[in-house]
């Protein structure tokens, strides 16, 4: 530490972690930096003084999660919390908010659906990069349809990703999640590979609707066409539905987390055959793969 300021790889050095581990560090706000032309420098002293006062990894990883499910929201794992008696609590803001608290271990669960660019998986890369040092376990929830909800009867008769870019005498007026949800990055990645929607722009869209819900009472009030939603969703609403893509969706489970009572109780419940019955009345979902494992961390091979 001959220099007061170290770069990412030096820091990562020092404290014998990897450098993905120290922009962990950063992304969560724990350990001290700066910012300079965009470039991420470390105090020396300061590091030090973090490094004396902060827990051990020991101490961090027994402090017991709080009993959160974070990330996306599912009307299934909605139903399924409630029915169950599960003493745990839904924080929905999406999946990508979801990645985040389990990072910050704000959570001792996660609902994800995060697209793979090619659409040949879901989110096994995100989750490989942000916790290969995690003991993290990501486990098959189910597989929803998800597609265009639109008004009932479908009058604008959409039938594809493309028909939002066809030339009307009216712009569709479009409703996006907000950026992070996992639907919003399904969204945007369909529009991108169809070159139909390449000239669609900002005002063609209402951005920031916060859930599936939104955007459904949003079409039914007329003040959006269309948004992307699952077919439960529509259904729930008595909207017209179009259906894009079969999507999984899985649950981030801390390792130890999973083996409390309240997690083992849901769990419990949704192997009974009422599980099944209910996600065959929302419309739009598979449960036949439900528990199977998608991913393992390191730590737990």
């Not at 609590?89 to 910050?104: F, I, K, N, T, V």
């Not at 989750?127 to 990501?138: E, F, H, I, P, Q």
């Not at 008769?157 to 479009?174: E, F, K, M, Q, V």
């Not at 951005?207 to 529509?234: K, N, T, W």
């Amino acid at each position: 530490m001959s220099s007061p300021f170290m770069t990412v790889p030096e820091v990562a050095e020092h404290l014998r972690i990897r450098p993905r581990n120290v922009y962990d560090l950063v992304a969560r706000g724990e350990i001290p930096h700066h910012r300079v032309g965009g470039k991420l420098l470390f105090d020396a002293v300061e590091v030090q003084r973090w490094v004396e006062r902060a827990p051990t990894a020991e101490a961090a990883a027994s402090t017991p999660l709080p009993a959160v499910i974070a990330g996306s929201s599912d009307l299934l794992l909605d139903w399924a919390v409630r029915s169950s008696g599960a003493a745990l609590a839904l924080m929905s803001r999406g999946s990508g908010d979801g990645l985040r608290r389990m990072l910050a271990r704000e959570a001792c669960a996660a609902a994800l659906h995060l697209p793979a660019p090619d659409l040949s998986q879901f989110n096994v890369e995100p989750v490989a990069a942000a916790g290969s040092t995690r003991d993290w376990v990501l486990v098959q929830w189910a597989v929803r349809s998800q597609g265009l909800v639109v008004a009932a009867g479908n009058p604008l008769g959409l039938r594809s990703i493309d028909d939002l870019g066809a030339h009307r005498p009216t712009r569709l007026r479009i409703g996006r999640r907000q950026a992070g949800a996992g639907s919003r990055e399904l969204f945007d990645l369909l529009v991108s590979r169809s070159r139909a929607c390449a000239a669609l722009g900002p005002s063609d869209f209402v951005d920031g609707l916060g859930s599936e819900d939104e955007i459904a009472v949003a079409i039914g009030e007329g003040r959006i066409d269309c948004g992307l939603a699952i077919e439960a969703v529509a259904r729930r609403f008595g909207l017209g539905f179009v259906p894009l893509v079969r999507e999984r969706v899985d649950l981030l489970l801390d390792r130890a987390a999973f083996f409390e009572p309240q997690f083992q109780r849901l769990m419990e419940f949704c192997r009974a055959p009422e599980f099944g019955l209910r996600a065959e009345a929302l419309g739009g979902y598979d449960v036949t793969g439900f528990g199977r494992v998608v991913w393992n961390s390191p730590r737990g091979r």
